[in-house]
């Protein structure tokens, strides 16, 4: 089953998303992953845990942040 890690990194510069990106692709087991430097969201979908990506992202030199998810959208009905 596979696990959807959503993280916020700071992404200043096309560097930085080189790094990641490069980072990102050599973890095991990934199906999918996204950056999206608007938002500072890295999303990696597959056979990993949320502390892999981060350990990966800290070797870099890149501080990850657990993605908090606005639950203001939520409409209760």
């Given at each position: 089953m596979?696990?959807v890690v959503?993280?916020?990194?700071?992404?200043h510069?096309?560097?930085?998303?080189?790094k990641i990106?490069?980072a990102?692709?050599k973890?095991?087991d990934?199906?999918t992953y996204?950056v999206d430097?608007e938002?500072?969201?890295?999303t990696?979908?597959?056979n990993?845990?949320?502390?892999?990506v981060?350990?990966v992202l800290?070797?870099?030199?890149?501080n990850?942040?657990?993605?908090?998810?606005?639950?203001?959208?939520?409409t209760?009905?």
């Open positions: 596979a696990n959503e993280l916020k990194v700071g992404l510069c096309d560097e930085c998303i080189k990106l490069k990102i692709k973890i095991e990934i199906e996204n430097t938002m500072n969201k890295v990696v979908t597959g990993v845990t949320r502390e892999q981060m350990r800290h070797k870099i030199g890149k990850a942040a657990v993605w908090e998810h606005d639950t203001n959208n939520h209760n009905n």
